[in-house]
């Protein structure tokens, strides 16, 4: 699976971005995918997971509330809607895919996409 973040920019505190991870190359709808993140010196972060059809999502306590991710399968695409947006919400965001379904550790995804910057100004 080749995977595409893009959606990444900068914007002020409060507001909102979506980040959009755009799969090809295996059936789509046969992985869990997730969003991490990696801010500057600090490790890859867990934010959220959603299955394979889309039923079920997890994601982290810090981004509960502002955060939601969410698939299209038949556009092969998983989105990750970013609202109230933080400073310390500033980082390297990146998709990743599963065969294992609902995953929120990073060494169980098999395909990552490149990264795209997420930047919150004060």
């Known amino acids: 699976v080749q995977l595409q973040a893009s959606g990444g920019g900068l914007v002020q505190a409060g507001g909102s971005l979506r980040l959009s991870c755009a799969a090809s190359?295996?059936?789509?709808?046969?992985?869990?995918m997730g969003w991490f993140r990696q801010a500057p010196g600090k490790e890859r972060e867990f934010i959220a997971t959603?299955?394979?059809?889309?039923?079920?999502?997890y994601n982290t306590d810090s981004v509960q509330g502002r955060f939601t991710i969410s698939r299209n399968n038949a556009r092969s695409t998983v989105y990750l809607q970013m609202n109230s947006l933080r400073p310390e919400d500033t980082a390297v965001y990146y998709c990743?895919?599963?065969?294992?379904?609902?995953?929120?550790?990073?060494?169980?995804?098999?395909?990552w996409g490149q990264g795209t910057l997420v930047t919150v100004s004060s």
């Open positions: 990743a895919a599963t065969s294992r379904g609902l995953v929120s550790v990073a060494s169980r995804y098999d395909y």
């Open positions: 190359g295996r059936i789509f709808s046969s992985y869990g």
């Open positions: 959603i299955s394979q059809n889309g039923g079920s999502t």
